[in-house]
């Protein structure tokens, strides 16, 4: 706080610029904006955080992208001057196409708005009608001061006609545990581990579902059926493991899987194609087109594809489905 304390006065500030937390790039302090994706860790008694600070010009939609296919939860920080913007609707979009499930509309500068409480309702009226288009469960709307510190940790006497929970409760007390999967076992294959002749070792982030000591799974694609030895976990052996833990597990059978096969319980298999559809957030210069070939990445397997056709392109703003026979960047 002591170097962003100078930095701030260095500036000409006569307060404390919190966004130099953050805004580590030349560039970014500068100018005043944020172009990368920041990462910073904090804790607090009841939790912890990886907090991820995106840039919200349009330019640098595909920073925002990047931070974002990471998150568990989107704060919007809205200007309670400004109201809802189109660049606000496209964070709430690519939010709810990377499957965030939980987003705090941070109502901000509320002490440049004079606290007034209709400015936030409607605001949160403006952004109501947008989000009942997406599919995210989980929205909660609080006003804030972001300079003056409202709502931020403490309750505010100058919004007395908010009874919410601040910012930090929220974040504190957001339940995350049920998004994830835990009925569909999916575990790819990081990594063979074969310290000596007596053991072989399969590696790898189980990205949905439990598994058990005994369970039988199926390895994809050779389709070989075998059950589960052992478990190890951080060196130590385990019954039972779940998502998204990274674990060693030891198979009963000699199969032949290496970086890149799938091990995934018996009889609940995923779909396997070779031809499907997808809605892709395009962050290249160069436009996508159609019959344009491809290296495909999923999880750790590789494989070429090609596009095929391309169906139609969505307006951010209106949520539109419009007609396109190429992809361009934001």
Same mark, same amino acid.
């Given at each position: 706080?002591?170097?962003?304390?100078?930095?701030?006065?260095?500036?000409?500030?006569?307060?404390?610029?919190?966004?130099?937390?953050?805004? &580590?790039? /030349?560039?970014?302090?500068?100018?005043? =904006?944020?172009? *990368? $994706?920041?990462?910073?860790? +904090?804790?607090?008694? @009841? %939790?912890?955080?990886?907090?991820?600070?995106?840039?919200?010009?349009?330019?640098?939609?595909?920073?925002?992208?990047? &931070?974002? /296919?990471?998150?568990?939860?989107?704060? =919007?920080?809205? *200007? $309670?001057?400004?109201?809802? +913007?189109?660049?606000? @609707? %496209?964070?709430?979009?690519?939010?709810?196409?990377?499957?965030?499930?939980?987003?705090?509309?941070?109502?901000?500068?509320?002490?440049?708005?004079?606290?007034?409480?209709?400015?936030?309702?409607?605001?949160?009226?403006?952004?109501?009608?947008?989000?009942?288009?997406?599919?995210?469960?989980?929205?909660?709307?609080?006003?804030?001061?972001?300079?003056?510190?409202?709502?931020?940790?403490?309750?505010?006497?100058?919004?007395?006609?908010?009874?919410?929970?601040?910012?930090?409760?929220?974040?504190?007390?957001?339940?995350?545990?049920?998004?994830?999967?835990?009925?569909?076992?999916?575990?790819?294959?990081?990594?063979?581990?074969?310290?000596?002749?007596?053991?072989?070792?399969?590696?790898?982030?189980?990205?949905?579902?439990?598994?058990?000591?005994?369970?039988?799974?199926?390895?994809?694609?050779?389709?070989?059926?075998?059950?589960?030895e052992s478990i190890l976990i951080d060196g130590k052996k385990q019954s039972y493991a779940f998502s998204p833990q990274n674990v060693i597990l030891a198979?009963?059978?000699?199969?032949?899987?290496?970086?890149?096969?799938?091990?995934?319980?018996?009889?609940?298999?995923?779909?396997?194609?070779?031809?499907?559809?997808?809605?892709?957030?395009?962050?290249?210069?160069?436009?996508?087109?159609?019959?344009?070939?491809?290296?495909?990445?999923?999880?750790?397997?590789?494989?070429?594809?090609?596009?095929?056709?391309?169906?139609?392109?969505?307006?951010?703003?209106?949520?539109?489905?419009?007609?396109?026979?190429?992809?361009?960047?934001?």
């Open positions: 706080l002591e170097a962003i304390e100078k930095a701030s006065k260095k500036g000409g500030l006569d307060f404390i610029d919190l966004s130099l937390l953050t805004d &580590g790039l /030349s560039a970014e302090r500068e100018q005043k =904006i944020t172009i *990368d $994706a920041a990462y910073r860790y +904090l804790a607090t008694p @009841k %939790r912890r955080f990886i907090v991820a600070d995106v840039p919200g010009h349009e330019q640098y939609t595909r920073n925002m992208a990047t &931070g974002a /296919s990471l998150a568990n939860l989107a704060i =919007i920080m809205v *200007d $309670a001057q400004k109201g809802l +913007l189109p660049q606000s @609707k %496209r964070h709430l979009f690519i939010s709810s196409l990377l499957g965030v499930r939980h987003v705090l509309v941070a109502i901000n500068k509320m002490d440049l708005a004079n606290y007034d409480q209709n400015v936030f309702e409607k605001i949160k009226d403006d952004f109501s009608a947008f989000l009942a288009k997406l599919n995210i469960p989980d929205i909660a709307f609080i006003p804030v001061s972001s300079l003056k510190g409202d709502m931020i940790v403490e309750r505010s006497a100058n919004m007395p006609w908010y009874q919410g929970a601040t910012a930090l409760n929220y974040l504190e007390s957001v339940e995350i545990a049920n998004d994830i999967n835990l009925l569909d076992f999916r575990m790819p294959v990081q990594l063979v581990i074969r310290p000596d002749q007596n053991f072989r070792g399969y590696a790898g982030r189980i990205e949905g579902g439990t598994i058990r000591v005994g369970e039988r799974v199926k390895i994809l694609p050779s389709g070989h059926i075998t059950r589960i198979l009963h059978d000699e199969v032949d899987a290496s970086r890149g096969d799938m091990i995934v319980r018996e009889n609940n298999l995923p779909e396997i194609g070779n031809k499907f559809e997808t809605t892709v957030c395009w962050m290249k210069e160069e436009p996508l087109l159609e019959h344009k070939r491809f290296i495909l990445k999923q999880t750790t397997r590789t494989c070429r594809c090609f596009v095929d056709k391309i169906l139609y392109k969505i307006d951010t703003d209106s949520l539109h489905r419009q007609d396109c026979s190429a992809l361009n960047q934001n």
